[in-house]
């Protein structure tokens, strides 16, 4: 199994009963069966062009995924103006794509 969240997929597959061998790859992770790294993947999938691309198909689905934006404190207080401009762009961002 390649994966670049090989944590995440051990609780997974334990959970189903299965054991499994994990390669922890960075990248473009598909690329694992074509080159014969792996038999199967587990990645995030947004709309599933890449699998297709490659001739993979989703089997299983473990998770939603959420991006979070993190700043330490010390950070946030300093570079305030700095990352509040990164907010607001974000937020822009996001509500073009949900009107759109």
């Known amino acids: 199994?390649?994966?670049?969240?090989?944590?995440?997929?051990?609780?997974?597959?334990n959970a189903q009963g299965m054991q499994m061998?994990?390669?922890?790859?960075?990248?473009?992770?598909?690329?694992?069966?074509?080159?014969g790294l792996s038999e199967s993947i587990v990645d995030i999938v947004e709309t599933g062009t890449?699998?297709?691309?490659?001739?993979?198909?989703?089997?299983?689905?473990?998770?939603d995924a959420t991006a979070r934006l993190i700043s330490n404190r010390v950070s946030f207080k300093m570079k305030f103006e700095r990352i509040h401009g990164m907010v607001k762009a974000l937020?822009?961002?996001?509500?073009?794509?949900?009107?759109?």
């Open 21 to 35: 061998e994990y390669i922890k790859l960075n990248g473009s992770i598909e690329l694992g069966p074509i080159v």
């Open 1 to 13: 199994m390649a994966t670049k969240f090989p944590h995440i997929a051990e609780r997974f597959f």
């Open 50 to 63: 890449t699998l297709k691309e490659n001739d993979l198909e989703e089997i299983a689905y473990i998770m």
């Open 91 to 100: 937020r822009a961002v996001m509500e073009q794509e949900a009107n759109a």
